[in-house]
């Protein structure tokens, strides 16, 4: 596994990247990829997301995490012995605090949610469908141990 954190804000998060990638290994063991992976989480501020967010997805508002998935779907075949670019996750750290103090979380589980949510989506889970959205929840509760 190759994990890259990129942090814009002006937190102090460095202690996310030891998290991020025992849940990034914890994904692969729970729906048994055997490849190797690389991706990167970029924090960004308000301002940044709600850009990302209005560019990339038309909805003119700050969001908690987008992602940026770089295969075709979650059964795309995996060959070779070169790591594969699963793609990039903007999380905003301040919508991810409100959120944290909406739902009565802490930052921390807030953040590793965020992190399980959008790499499930780099697999090609998604959750449009509701059949969609209770395998994909199911699994981040398993990740997360909820």
Same mark, same amino acid.
């Given at each position: 596994?190759y994990?890259t954190?990129?942090?814009?804000?002006?937190?102090?998060?460095d202690?996310?990247y030891?998290t991020?990638?025992?849940?990034?290994k914890k994904?692969f063991?729970i729906l048994?990829?055997?490849?190797e992976?690389?991706?990167?989480?970029?924090?960004v501020?308000?301002?940044t997301?709600h850009?990302?967010n @209005?560019n990339?997805?038309n909805i003119? $508002? =700050?969001?908690?995490?987008i992602s940026?998935?770089? +295969?075709?779907?979650?059964e795309e075949?995996?060959?070779?012995?070169?790591?594969?670019?699963?793609g990039?996750?903007?999380?905003?750290?301040d919508?991810?605090?409100?959120n944290?103090? @909406?739902?009565g979380?802490?930052?921390? $589980? =807030?953040l590793?949610?965020l992190?399980?949510?959008? +790499?499930l989506?780099l697999?090609g889970?998604?959750?449009?469908k509701?059949?969609?959205e209770?395998?994909?929840?199911?699994l981040?509760?398993k990740?997360?141990?909820?």
């Open positions: 596994m994990l954190i990129s942090n814009e804000t002006n937190y102090n998060l202690g996310y030891e991020y990638e025992s849940l990034f994904t063991e048994n990829k055997k490849y992976a690389m991706m990167s989480v970029t924090f501020d308000k301002d997301i850009e990302i @209005k990339y997805r003119d $508002r =700050e969001t908690d995490v940026f998935a770089f +295969l075709d779907d979650k075949v995996i060959l070779g012995n070169v790591p594969v670019d699963l990039e996750i903007y999380i905003c750290y919508v991810a605090l409100e944290a103090k @909406k739902y979380n802490t930052i921390n $589980r =807030e590793s949610f992190f399980v949510h959008g +790499l989506h697999l889970y998604d959750h449009m509701k059949e969609d209770t395998i994909m929840f199911a981040q509760d990740i997360l141990g909820d």
